[in-house]
């Protein structure tokens, strides 16, 4: 496994499609990448795992994440609502985010990046390819990418 700084690296997945969700989990673990990954279903979820409120209150059980892998189209709070308050939020606009979604609209692209995600990447329909692309995203931010210390 990768770690950075001596500890270990950590995904927050943002995935309202199960089989979606699995196919990440299993390629990012596969390709031996990330330490944990903490997968939610919904945006508000999301939210609270960052801002460590609801069901997140625990520090253990909510580390802020060294990526985020973000779905556009979520329950309760959509992906770019989500990707805005990332953004706004002086403890977590740091905190890299690629847009992972089946959508390849200009608009959701181009309102992706108007809120600052760090990467729009659209979803690739053959297993291999998706593979192949998971694990290139998790070297990429989570080895070769230099990002600032995170603060907890």
Known sequence: MVE???GPLVILLVEDNEAHAELVVRSMKDQRVANKI????DGQMALDFLNRTGDFKD??????PNLILLDLRL???DGLEVLKEIKTTPH???IPVVILTSSDAETD???SYDYHANSYVVKPLE???FTQLMGDLGFYWLG???SPHKEE
């Open 4 to 6: 950075l700084n001596g």
């Open 38 to 41: 903490y997968h939610v279903i």
């Open 59 to 64: 520090k253990a059980k909510s580390p802020y």
């Open 75 to 77: 329950p309760k709070v």
């Open 92 to 94: 977590l606009q740091r």
């Open 109 to 111: 692209i181009a309102q």
């Open 127 to 129: 297993f291999k390819k």
């Open 144 to 146: 070769w990418n230099t």
